[in-house]
């Protein structure tokens, strides 16, 4: 199941309808006027993420771990 966004010619109306991706776009509006309708682009969802969450210290550099930045060391 898709949800699809619509807008209606004769009221004006946005909205949206769920159906298959197998259905006929709708060609009138619900709003019992009959009007024509135009199926719309829009975004896409946004990432959801699930689980018990995700952290800034998950994937945190170890501060004891020397860096790899240049370091002068005194030698020539």
């Given amino acids: 199941m898709a949800t699809y966004d619509y807008h209606c010619n004769t009221c004006g ?3 949206e309808h769920v159906q ?3 259905e006929d776009a709708l060609t009138h509006c619900l709003c019992g006027k009959n009007g024509s309708v135009e199926r719309r682009i829009s975004a896409s969802a946004g990432i ?3 689980g018990s969450g ?3 210290t998950d994937y945190k550099k170890d ?3 020397p860096s790899s ?3 002068d060391s005194g030698t020539t």
């Fill in 13 to 15: 109306k946005d909205f």
């Fill in 20 to 22: 298959s991706m197998k």
């Fill in 48 to 50: 959801i993420f699930k």
């Fill in 54 to 56: 995700f952290y800034v």
């Fill in 63 to 65: 501060s004891s771990a």
């Fill in 69 to 71: 930045g240049n370091t």
